[in-house]
C-alpha cells in the first residue's frame, strides 16, 4: 500500500483547497482591547442565497489510518473545526469526474484544534483522522441537508487506497 505522509497546514500548501483560520489563538485584525476584543470576519464561505447553515458535531475516533473513501459536493463550501483534539484531513483538487477518487492527488494535512478550514466545492474530502489516541470533536457547517442532495462519495479501490503515516 502507498503512503501519503501528514503537512503541517499552511496558508500557501493550503490555498488550493480552500482557507483556515485559528479560533483559540486568533491572531488576526481585532476590535477593542482586553478584557473583550473581537477577532472579526475571520472566513467566509458561501451557501447559496437559499441555504440555511447547518451546525453538526462529527465524532471521530481513533481507527486505522488508511483512506479508502472520498467525496465532494458539487455547489457548496464546507466548513471543519476540530473542537478538542487535532485531526489528519485528507483533500485533492476538485476536478473531472470519472467516477474515480484522484488518489494521486491527495494530500494530507495536520488541522490542530480550534482551527477552522473551509473547503471550496469540489474539493475531494472524508472524515478525517484523529491526531493521537483520543477522540475528535469537529463541527461541521454545511447547508441543511446537504449530505443528502448534494454529496457524491466513492470507494477507493483495494490496491490504491493510501496509509497516513
Known amino acids: 500500500m502507498k503512503t501519503v505522509a501528514v503537512k503541517e497546514l499552511s496558508a500557501e500548501g493550503f490555498l488550493p483547497y480552500g482557507t483556515y483560520a485559528n479560533f ?3 491572531t488576526t485584525e481585532k476590535l477593542g482591547a482586553s478584557p473583550i ?34 467525496e465532494y459536493h458539487d455547489r457548496t463550501y464546507e466548513a471543519i473545526l476540530p473542537l ?13 469526474r470519472d467516477g474515480r477518487v484522484p488518489v494521486e492527488k491527495i494530500e494530507v494535512f495536520r488541522l490542530p484544534r480550534g482551527t477552522m478550514a473551509v473547503l471550496r466545492p469540489g474539493v475531494w474530502h472524508h472524515a478525517p483522522f484523529t491526531a493521537n489516541d483520543q477522540p475528535a470533536n469537529i463541527l461541521i457547517v454545511l447547508p ?21 503515516n
Open 24 to 26: 483559540i489563538n486568533p
Open 37 to 70: 476584543q473581537f477577532f472579526r470576519d475571520m472566513l467566509q464561505a458561501s451557501f447559496g442565497l437559499d441555504a440555511l447553515p447547518s451546525f453538526s458535531t462529527l465524532r471521530v475516533e481513533k481507527r486505522e489510518r488508511i483512506i479508502d473513501v472520498s
Open 84 to 96: 478538542d483534539n487535532d485531526v489528519l484531513m485528507h483533500v485533492a483538487p476538485a476536478g473531472g
Open 144 to 164: 441543511e441537508r446537504l449530505y443528502a442532495n448534494d454529496c457524491t462519495a466513492i470507494d477507493i479501490p483495494e490496491g490504491e487506497k493510501l496509509l497516513v
